[in-house]
């Protein structure tokens, strides 16, 4: 079984302060986690993703994220908020070794950058 | 990527009647995932369809209430049967692409009433 947990329905920051949206994961293997980012009306983006490699992954808009194996943790960060990522986030998770390519989404957190 | 596009982007339905939902993809690929958004909440797995093969539904899902079908490596239809309000929903199609990425179609907002 799979699943993800974001401890945070919503995460309130001004604008030019650092951001930070947690997300724990459970995989029975090892995972590949994404984040993704949905705006009012509109489809869900892909942010960034980590498949193997380094743990510090970078992607869109500025958006960081760092695996910590350790503590089954995938934070996706950004340095300096703006107030056009309000938005509302999902952090996913897939088991490397199913072969169903089945992705589990945790419940979302709503970003607010207030100016 | 994959580019995906949804017909209808909305649609607002009386109770009792059914909706397909369709997806088409600009290029070929082997499975595409059905996806329910229910109001102020996550995206949840319907059933994962395959060229030439019976979907697969997850738990809670059954065929009579969402048929899917998969004619071609490009195009899915998923049809909300026998609607309730309940049903209201964003339903939203994927595919996986090359890097494991999953993309999404712009969504089918529905309402039921």
């Known amino acids: 079984a799979q699943s993800v947990a974001q401890p945070e329905d919503q995460v309130n920051v001004a604008e030019g302060n650092p951001l930070t949206v947690k997300c724990t994961y459970s995989?029975?293997?090892?995972?590949?986690l994404f984040w993704y980012v949905q705006y009012p009306n509109r489809g869900l983006q892909f942010l960034l993703k980590y498949i193997t490699g380094d743990n510090l992954v970078k992607g869109s808009y500025g958006f960081e994220a760092e695996f910590n194996k350790s503590q089954t943790s995938f934070h996706l960060k950004k340095p300096s908020a703006l107030v056009s990522d309000s938005a509302l986030y999902f952090c996913?998770?897939?088991?490397?070794?199913?072969?169903?390519?089945?992705?589990?989404f945790g419940a979302g957190t709503t970003v607010t950058v207030r100016a | 990527s994959a580019v995906i596009s949804q017909k209808p982007s909305r649609d607002i339905c009386q109770r009792g009647t059914s909706l397909t939902i369709q997806c088409q993809v600009d290029s070929q690929v082997t499975m595409m995932f059905w996806y329910r958004q229910q109001p102020g909440q996550s995206l949840t797995l319907i059933a994962t369809a395959n060229q030439g093969s019976e979907a697969t539904y997850e738990s809670g899902f059954v065929i009579d209430k969402f048929p899917i079908s998969r004619p071609n490596l490009t195009f899915s239809t998923l049809t909300v049967s026998n609607m309730s309000p309940e049903d209201s929903s964003i339903y939203l199609c994927?595919?996986?692409?090359?890097?494991?990425?999953?993309?999404f179609g712009p969504g089918t907002r529905l309402t039921v009433l």
């Open positions: 995989v029975s293997g090892n995972p590949y």
């Open positions: 994927s595919v996986e692409t090359s890097g494991r990425v999953k993309v």
């Open positions: 996913a998770v897939r088991d490397m070794r199913s072969n169903d390519y089945k992705l589990s």
